[in-house]
């Protein structure tokens, strides 16, 4: 059983377009993350929720915006796409809020291979 | 400069060999992550710890707080280690974020 999955896997689309990807977990998770990583495979935190609530938002640009309908969905809409968003978005999630002496493991999902052309 | 470096950045092993991946970072810390990704693109945890060493089979963390730095084992590698290895900080003060390496490419051949 997935722990963590993502659709799609992957996504070509023009720029200008606006797309979503969906991201779910099955583990009663509290928290879950955005990452982008980038053509150099360098991985940058973009968003986090906790209990469907924003905790952060890593200068990104307004133009992605994160949903979070229930604790066990994060979804990403991405408007007026440019081509320097072309990368791989993973999603993660985590037992609880990492915070103080207390860490959490982070559960990946399998990343959404977005090309824009 | 990145407040997380790794080196080194590409490793080529034979299949047996003793393999460290070394991580120092330059920020006050309450975590460090070793992650895997694999040739598929899928990341794994394989670490996280804030102080010592841990062991699982065949891969040994360590961490040194005070020269902030941490270093990952493989021993008696294998093809099937080829991997990124990816290590990360929390860093104190900070919920919730955590600050990546660029990674070390390692290819153990036969």
């Known amino acids: 059983d997935t722990a963590v999955s993502q659709t799609p896997k992957y996504l070509v689309t023009q720029m200008g377009n606006d797309k979503s990807i969906k991201c779910e977990q099955n583990?009663?998770?509290?928290?879950m993350y955005w990452y982008k990583q980038d053509s150099k495979k360098f991985l940058k935190i973009m968003f986090s929720y906790n209990n469907k609530e924003l905790i952060i938002n890593e200068t990104v640009p307004n133009r992605f915006s994160p949903k979070s309908p229930d604790k066990a969905h994060l979804n990403l809409h991405i408007n007026s796409l440019e081509l320097g968003d072309s990368a791989v978005y993973f999603c993660a999630s985590s037992p609880r809020l990492s915070g103080g002496p207390r860490e959490e493991t982070q559960y990946f999902g399998p990343g959404t291979r977005l090309l824009v052309l | 400069k990145n407040e997380v470096e790794q080196s080194p950045q590409n490793l080529t092993a034979q299949e047996g060999e003793f393999i460290t991946i070394n991580c120092s970072y330059s920020v006050g810390i309450s975590a460090l992550h070793w992650l895997q990704q694999h040739p598929g693109g899928g990341i794994v945890s394989l670490f996280m710890l804030s102080s010592g060493k841990k062991k699982h089979g065949r891969l040994i963390a360590t961490i040194n707080i005070q020269e902030k730095h941490s270093s990952l084992h493989i021993t008696a590698s294998h093809p099937r280690d080829s991997a990124v290895y990816i290590c990360?900080?929390?860093?104190?003060?900070?919920?919730?974020?955590?600050?990546f390496g660029t990674g070390t490419r390692l290819q153990v051949t036969l």
């Open positions: 583990l009663g998770h509290d928290t």
């Open positions: 990360a900080v929390r860093s104190t003060g900070t919920a919730s974020k955590l600050t």
